[in-house]
């Protein structure tokens, strides 16, 4: 989930009555352990924080990275250290 307000550009500010300027989440990537995962180049607003849903089974442990641009080349990343699951593990060796 990314903290953002993603405006389309088609909402309208209710005191002035003007369009409000799009700005919104366009590029998307999500690593792990160095290697990538998912990339997503959008052209249009998602939602405002907009959520990514996807699985995928750590074979090691390592970082699971996720870096976003917005439209005014705004640049947001986090990281967090995944481990693999015990039975995944298992099953792998």
């Known amino acids: 989930m990314i903290s953002h307000p993603n405006n389309s550009g088609l909402q309208k500010d209710q005191l002035t009555g003007l369009h409000i300027p799009a ?6 990537a999500v690593s792990y352990a160095g290697k990538p995962l998912l990339t997503a180049e ?10 990514l849903r996807f699985y995928f089974l750590p074979r090691e442990k390592g970082e699971l990275k996720v870096e976003a641009v917005d439209t005014k080349d705004q640049r947001f990343s986090t990281a967090l250290e995944v481990a693999p699951h015990q039975a995944s593990a298992q099953r792998t060796q």
Do not use: A, K, Q
């Open 23 to 28: 700005h919104f989440v366009r590029e998307i």
């Open 42 to 51: 959008t052209t249009f607003s998602l939602s405002e924080n907009p959520s």
